[in-house]
């Protein structure tokens, strides 16, 4: 929980230094900007467990459709809106927090990154924090990194971490992490015999 805290007091420190074009700017997440990202993470910190199980009922099930519901109740906040809505929500609520706020610390790393490559403003992220996440994003549904991970081996080169079994994806934390969760474009900065294995997944959705 502690260090979810940090990663989202770090993107509020990203988030109060961008430009109002900025937070017009595309992200790694297809067809969201920036500000697109920060009304979908913070959507879920105002629903109860309950709340988010009933989203998903109203959606079909369908997560995607549930972020899509979630995006729209902040459609017409401004940045400096969103930017208060994450202000005020550092400590994570709901079923951000659950799992130990292991869902939060992913959620605001990774959508962190997400924003942060298309701007070019790269940062150095704790070795044990990403460490987490990344165990973390093995397992976790919603991320859907288990299908493209099966049958290989993964090997960070700047932390203490690895997991899986078969031909090895080696490479940073960081973009070892993005092409995980799925992240197109990141293989190329990684290597081992298993990253065409890793890419043909990642392009076949």
Partial sequence: MAM?????AE???LLESLTPEQWDVPTLCERWRVRDVIAHMFSYDEL???GALGRLLRNGM??????????????????QQLLAIARAHL??????????????LADAMIHQQDI??????????PPARIATVLEFATTARPLRAAPRIAGLTLTATDVDWTSGAGPEVR??????????????????????PGVEVLAARIAGG
């Fill in 4 to 8: 979810a805290r940090d990663e989202r």
């Fill in 11 to 13: 993107l509020v420190e």
């Fill in 48 to 50: 109860s467990t309950l």
């Fill in 62 to 79: 369908s997560l995607d459709r549930a972020n899509i519901a979630g995006l729209a109740r902040y459609a017409d906040h401004s940045p």
């Fill in 91 to 104: 400590q994570p609520s709901g079923l951000t927090a659950k799992f130990g706020g292991r869902i939060a």
């Fill in 116 to 125: 942060r490559r298309p701007l070019r403003l790269p940062r150095e992220i």
């Fill in 171 to 192: 490479g940073p934390a960081e973009p070892l992490l993005m092409a995980m969760v799925g992240r197109r474009g990141i293989t190329q900065e990684l290597t081992g």
